[in-house]
């Protein structure tokens, strides 16, 4: 907690670091209340940064300072100044040894950043700013060091790991003994990382492409030990993948993963020592959903693609975030697009952008994905950074190619190892290694707002030309009132009006990328025998909005013959949009509701479809949630929303419910899981057409979903069934699913939160009071940020009906939660208000409601430097 108004830090105040540390030697004396570090730093004045010795500054919060001595002589308290958040030191020499000893409490650190204990494991997170909490420190993270760490702990932790390579271990009179670990690469200290406990392991091996043996480890408690198989195998997957796709091999002997119960986020990509939230790593089938094999797949992949993306290379500073992020994302993302289907991926990751990110981009914490300042770096591991940075990485890949691509990263990777680098570094390479000029495509990086683009088009039948006509525009952001043109790269196709693709030139080329870099541009396509539709944006080449207007029919021809799969599925969404726009429009004038008949006559045509990929067919026959449509709104008029979402969904199962129940009835077979890709395509096709089944509430869908309730072998299915009877039918039925699951359950911590996830999220069960007595659970705990996000996080941001009650009380209880929960865990707090931050879009009632709310958490008190950024600036947005 902070005395004063956090300050704001900006990027044009960047300055070189006055001293480098060349080594850093620490020793932990671990104890749950008192423990002890011990450092010794080699630190000389950095020569880049200037003449004479400047005073040293360390960073430190909530440390208790021992000593401090310089050359083994112990410095006296008036030969140093110690405040709130470090030390200066008056400095004499250019090159000296710092020794520091202090104290820290991991036991009552609830924040989860630095070192803590979770379940009686000694666990640490530093990035962005936390191993200042763990000891004085120049915690930046262009000051990169050699680390060696000695960890002392009594013998009942028989597990103590750090970063690097174990290079000794002993025994310490009075049943305590240490273990020793030096890491041979430069870091900075935001990838430290120790861990202490009774602890279990499996262990693996993997051989370079040089044919070098790296030992491979994933500790977990000793109850979780049988559910580390898939994240042995995806790790595996994605060393080979980053050989071959990006030419990386891994540099260290030994790669440990650690699965840690209290975590703030996912996963963190420490050097040689992953630390996951647990949920983030553990899965059998079943306990895991195919959702969780597919998201520990990935986040596996992107912490260890860190180690070069983030880690050899790592950021100059945090503004440069998205560097690391924004490019690793988009490694990931290709991860996961090779080893499960490339189409369903792309249509799960834009989807999330366009409903979060767009979001994010169009409030009040809207920011470039290279921000300008901030007063809480923590505040800025936001979807702009990382999703919004993962397309800006893929615009770049889409310009220059595969081919291309390769080559920059191969230069960048090359030109800076072992370096701390900016956004500008990883664009210049780009540049160079193909010669090309991506001086306004730089933009990206600093001009915030999803960009419009406003498409017409013309026919001219005698001179067979076809005329595509582009605006685009970009809204004003905080701070950012005009915006210059972005360069955006638009791949398009023209299709005839049977369906196949017209080649766009003489060479026969039947897929084309636009460069699209002024305000207003026309591109002109010659030898076009008949009037085209255009399938614009295909795989969603930007992240933008297109606005172009489309006849229902030609949505529905580009749903069923679009060769892109992703705008087939977009093309299906549209009419779903317009659809459901007509409805709450229809709502909002007391008009009767009805539903287009060419949008039930499409989704059928859907089911129908079996050559389709499955998992295609289930993502095209979702509409859009509740949340995506309250993104596309003017005005946010949530009772609208709801209802026609409802009556959409409603009259769609009513129609299909043959064809659903073919699907079903299809697919419904016994086979044995497997986390493959085709399996899920299956199970996910099955579970939707199953939850459609369900809407209706008849006694013969309720009686699948018990069936299926009652038999499944696997998470998957079983969670399925669980949803369908929470969410639809009577009570009794729902409780007693609620009832036995929890009693096969309970000792399962992944399976616990899904259990509540499941009922906060529920519309017809999730109300409330019943989240009011979630809370009351005694699997409920306000210092467990899994806890926390399976319930009120899930109440807020996925249960639309009844966080958006009429009479605001969803609004009120999520102000009072987050009040308490920033005494606790400012991140987590500062992340949960999002929904209430978003008021000026909503209609004049809940308006006024929502902003109340806001303004209670600001007025409850002394707000941390976290929750303060996001309220103060959400207020202002007035
Ligand atoms: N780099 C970490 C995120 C750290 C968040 C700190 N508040 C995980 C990741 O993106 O890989
Ligand atoms: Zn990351």
């Known amino acids: 907690m902070r005395d004063a108004q956090p300050r704001t830090v900006y990027l044009k105040d960047y300055r070189k670091p006055d001293y480098l540390v060349d080594s850093t030697r620490l020793r932990f004396e671990l104890e749950p209340n008192s423990t002890v570090v011990t450092s010794s730093l080699e630190i000389r004045r950095n020569p880049a940064a200037g003449e004479g010795l400047p005073p040293l500054r360390l960073d430190g919060v909530n440390l208790e300072l021992v000593s401090?001595?310089?050359?083994?002589?112990?410095?006296?308290?008036?030969?140093?100044?110690?405040?709130?958040?470090?030390?200066?030191?008056?400095?004499?020499?250019?090159?000296?040894?710092?020794?520091?000893?202090?104290?820290?409490?991991?036991?009552?650190?609830?924040?989860?950043?630095?070192?803590?204990?979770?379940?009686?494991?000694?666990?640490?997170?530093?990035?962005?700013e936390g191993f200042r909490k763990i000891t004085y420190y120049p915690d930046r993270p262009d000051v990169m060091s050699k680390f060696t760490t000695t960890i002392v702990a009594p013998r009942d932790y028989p597990v103590l790991l750090s970063n690097g390579n174990e290079i000794a271990r002993g025994e310490i009179e009075g049943?305590?003994?240490?273990?020793?670990?030096?890491?041979?690469?430069?870091?900075?200290?935001?990838?430290?990382?120790?861990?202490?406990?009774?602890?279990?392991k499996v262990e693996d091996q993997f051989t370079t492409m040089s044919g070098r043996k790296v030992t491979l480890q994933i500790f977990t408690e000793p109850k979780n030990i049988g559910k580390c198989e898939h994240a042995m195998h995806s790790l595996k997957a994605a060393m080979r993948w980053d050989e071959e796709v990006y030419g990386r091999e891994y540099d260290l002997d030994i790669f440990m993963i650690v699965a840690v119960d209290h975590f703030n986020m996912g996963a963190m990509e420490n050097k040689g020592l992953n630390i996951f939230n647990s949920a983030c790593v553990l899965a059998s089938p079943e306990t895991a959903t195919d959702a969780a094999f597919q998201r520990i797949e990935s986040i596996v992949a992107h912490e260890y693609f860190h180690n070069w993306s983030g880690n050899r290379v790592t950021c100059r500073d945090w503004f440069q975030l998205s560097l690391k992020e924004g490019f690793t994302v988009f490694r990931d993302a290709e991860f996961s697009a090779d080893m499960n289907s490339r189409a369903v991926k792309r249509i799960e990751d834009v989807s999330m952008l366009r409903t979060t990110q767009f979001a994010e981009d169009a409030g009040p914490m809207s920011h470039p994905v290279r921000p300008d300042s901030y007063m809480e770096i923590s505040n800025f591991y936001t979807l702009t950074v990382y999703e919004k940075g993962a397309e800006v990485v893929r615009m770049i890949h889409t310009l220059l190619g595969e081919e291309g691509f390769r080559r920059g990263s191969d230069l960048y990777f090359e030109r800076h190892d072992g370096c701390a680098v900016t956004c500008e570094d990883f664009v210049a390479a780009m540049e160079d290694a193909n010669g090309v000029d991506l001086k306004q495509f730089r933009r990206w990086y600093s001009q915030a707002g999803t960009p419009l683009l406003e498409i017409s088009d013309d026919y001219d039948s005698a001179g067979e030309r076809y005329t595509l006509s582009v605006r685009q525009s970009c809204p004003a952001t905080p701070g950012q009132p005009e915006k210059k043109p972005f360069h955006i790269p638009l791949k398009l196709g023209l299709l005839a009006g049977d369906g196949s693709e017209l080649a766009l030139d003489t060479d026969g080329t039947r897929e084309t990328v636009l460069e699209i870099t002024e305000a207003e541009q026309a591109?002109?396509?010659?030898?076009?025998?008949?009037?085209?539709?255009?399938?614009?944006?295909?795989?969603?080449?930007?992240?933008?909005?297109?606005?172009?207007?489309?006849?229902?029919?030609?949505?529905?021809?580009?749903?069923?013959?679009?060769?892109?799969?992703?705008?087939?599925?977009?093309?299906?969404?549209?009419?779903?949009?317009?659809?459901?726009?007509?409805?709450?429009?229809?709502?909002?004038?007391?008009?009767?509701?009805?539903?287009?008949?060419?949008?039930?006559?499409?989704?059928?045509?859907?089911?129908?479809?079996?050559?389709?990929?499955?998992?295609?067919?289930?993502?095209?026959?979702?509409?859009?949630?509740?949340?995506?449509?309250?993104?596309?709104?003017?005005?946010?008029?949530?009772?609208?929303?709801?209802?026609?979402?409802?009556?959409?969904?409603?009259?769609?199962?009513?129609?299909?419910?043959?064809?659903l129940l073919e699907t079903f009835r299809r697919l419904d077979h016994d086979k044995p899981y497997r986390p493959l890709a085709d399996d899920i395509a299956e199970r996910r096709l099955k579970n939707t057409a199953l939850a459609y089944l369900c809407v209706t509430e008849k006694e013969e869908a309720l009686q699948l979903a018990d069936t299926q309730f009652a038999s499944a072998t696997n998470m998957t299915d079983s969670a399925a069934a669980l949803a369908a009877l929470v969410n639809r039918g009577d009570d009794q039925r729902a409780q007693a699913a609620l009832q036995s699951f929890y009693e096969r359950w309970k000792e399962d911590d992944q399976v616990v939160e899904l259990w509540l996830a499941v009922q906060s999220?529920?519309?017809?069960?999730?109300?409330?009071?019943?989240?009011?007595?979630?809370?009351?659970?005694?699997?409920?705990?306000?210092?467990?940020?899994?806890?926390?996000?399976?319930?009120?996080?899930?109440?807020?941001?996925?249960?639309?009906?009844?966080?958006?009650?009429?009479?605001?009380?969803?609004?009120?209880?999520?102000?009072?939660?987050?009040i308490a929960l920033d005494k606790l865990n400012p991140q987590i707090a500062a992340r949960l208000v999002t929904p209430i931050t978003r008021w000026k879009k909503y209609c004049q009632g809940q308006q006024e409601m929502m902003h109340a709310a806001l303004q209670s958490v600001m007025d409850s008190g002394q707000l941390s430097a976290d929750l303060y950024e996001v309220v103060s600036k959400s207020l202002k947005a007035d």
């Open 523 to 659: 591109f002109v396509f010659e030898g076009i025998p008949e009037r085209p539709l255009p399938s614009l944006l295909r795989g969603f080449s930007a992240p933008v909005r297109v606005r172009y207007d489309y006849t229902p029919a030609q949505l529905r021809l580009l749903m069923r013959a679009d060769s892109d799969a992703f705008n087939r599925w977009d093309a299906g969404q549209r009419l779903a949009f317009r659809a459901l726009a007509q409805l709450q429009q229809d709502f909002r004038a007391g008009v009767e509701l009805q539903l287009q008949p060419e949008l039930m006559e499409a989704y059928r045509s859907i089911l129908q479809q079996e050559d389709l990929d499955p998992a295609l067919v289930a993502e095209m026959l979702t509409l859009p949630s509740a949340q995506t449509l309250a993104e596309e709104a003017e005005v946010i008029d949530a009772e609208a929303i709801i209802a026609a979402r409802n009556f959409a969904e409603q009259n769609l199962a009513e129609a299909l419910f043959e064809d």
């Open 175 to 200: 049943d305590r003994h240490f273990v020793t670990w030096e890491d041979p690469f430069a870091k900075p200290a935001y990838l430290f990382a120790l861990v202490a406990g009774r602890l279990e």
């Open 761 to 818: 999220s529920s519309p017809k069960r999730g109300s409330l009071e019943a989240v009011r007595a979630l809370m009351a659970h005694p699997a409920f705990e306000l210092t467990n940020p899994n806890r926390v996000r399976s319930v009120i996080g899930a109440f807020s941001n996925r249960n639309f009906l009844q966080f958006h009650q009429p009479d605001g009380s969803g609004f009120r209880f999520l102000a009072e939660q987050v």
């Open 68 to 128: 401090v001595g310089i050359d083994g002589v112990a410095l006296g308290v008036d030969e140093y100044t110690c405040h709130d958040e470090g030390l200066i030191i008056p400095v004499h020499r250019g090159a000296f040894t710092l020794e520091i000893c202090n104290r820290i409490d991991p036991e009552g650190n609830t924040s989860l950043e630095g070192l803590y204990l979770s379940n009686g494991m000694y666990c640490t997170q530093c990035e962005a």
